[in-house]
């Protein structure tokens, strides 16, 4: 069965810098595209960024010049680091990986950007 757990979220302050980190277990094959969605209340889940296989990345555009996508494909494992963050990024950001066998998502972490 495959799990994505989500680790890293938290509380920030405006301007500061959280990363965040998704591992898959139950599967030792490598998934097609990962990436990072957020829900924030009272709005639809969006997409934050995602990265295939290859490297190659995409990002939503509140959030260029701020947020990195990495992966690591030997252990399965997608980061996004967060700078400069801002309380319009308050959210639950969801771990997404998708793969020639299912589409999966984490549990949540949440992010909450305040002083």
């Known amino acids: 069965q495959v799990r994505l757990v989500e680790s890293g979220g938290g509380l920030v302050q405006p301007g500061g810098s959280l990363r965040l980190s998704c591992a898959a277990s139950g599967t030792s094959s490598r998934f097609n595209t990962m990436g990072w969605y957020r829900q924030a209340p009272g709005k639809q889940r969006e997409l934050v960024a995602t990265i295939i296989s290859g490297g190659s990345t995409n990002y939503a555009d509140s959030v260029k010049e701020r947020f990195t996508i990495s992966r690591d494909n030997a252990k399965n494992t997608v980061y996004l680091q967060m700078n400069s963050l801002k309380p319009e990024d308050t959210a639950v950001y969801y771990c997404?990986?998708?793969?020639?066998?299912?589409?999966?998502w984490g549990q949540g972490t949440q992010v909450t950007v305040s002083s």
């Open positions: 997404n990986a998708e793969a020639g066998f299912g589409r999966y």
